[in-house]
């Protein structure tokens, strides 16, 4: 008898901080552990318009940046984009679909891919979930990946978010002075830690496990309880990341 078919997942993402990459991993990580065969993608803004802007860290006048990224996000705009082999087309078991939060939506290169002829060859009866990563407002965003997966034909499962700590304020600063490199901030002002922080990865494979097992029922082997006393902390990434 021939063994059974290891469950094919797929993650597509868009990181320029690296902190949803780090989320990615997580996921990608934990469904190994139970027997998946996980291929990540990560997608590139390569739209000339706007690929200069996120080009390193420290970067110059990141405010100036993020707030040229406005007038596209408002009208929801798309653009050139790197998409890996892997997202272009394949026979997927399960999706993940990570993005950033850019103005309270999805970002822009994530939006490109969802609208695109890969997604919808991708994501056609197939089950997908999304996790956002932003200083506070995700609703939008993970709204618009479900809504334009569920246009796509993907069979929407569930989501999950990662914020920053201290207000809105508070966490702008925080990631002004990270995105500047200009650490002296930090000590100036007592602003809260920016990105994600340590434990953010129980959170991450919690909801991992929770959409593994509700799209694949008996397909992996059983998840490894995480210990309670391990924080499941919230996460940040820039609005441009």
């Known amino acids: 008898m021939d063994a059974p078919t290891k469950p094919k997942v797929l993650i597509v993402y868009f990181t320029f901080s690296k902190q949803t990459e780090r989320v990615a991993d997580v996921i990608g990580e934990t469904l190994e552990a139970r027997g998946a065969e996980v291929t990540k993608a990560r997608i590139m803004l390569t739209d000339k318009r706007w690929a200069a802007r996120f080009e390193k860290i420290p970067m110059r006048f990141p405010m100036i940046k ?41 970002s822009l290169p994530i939006r490109t891919w969802l609208k695109s002829d890969h997604a919808a060859k991708i994501l056609a009866g197939k089950p997908f979930g999304a996790f956002s990563t932003s200083r506070r407002y995700w609703t939008h965003n993970v709204g618009e990946v479900e809504a334009f997966g569920k246009d796509a034909g993907g069979i929407w499962i569930d989501q999950t978010h990662f914020v ?78």
Do not use: C, H
């Open 164 to 241: 920053a700590q201290g207000n809105q304020v508070q966490s702008m600063m925080s990631w002004l002075s990270y995105m500047s490199g200009f650490t002296w901030v930090d000590r100036l002002f007592r602003l809260p830690p920016t990105n994600l922080k340590p434990g953010f990865e129980t959170q991450a494979r919690d909801y991992a496990n929770e959409v593994a097992d509700r799209a694949l029922p008996g397909r992996l082997t059983a998840a490894v309880e995480t210990p309670a006393s391990v924080e499941a902390p919230a996460a940040v990434e820039t609005p441009a990341s």
């Open 66 to 106: 993020i707030v040229g990224m406005l007038p596209a996000q408002t009208r929801q705009a798309t653009g050139e984009i790197g998409v890996p082999p892997a997202a272009q087309d394949g026979d997927y078991d399960l999706v993940f679909i990570g993005s950033p939060t850019w103005w309270f939506r999805v």
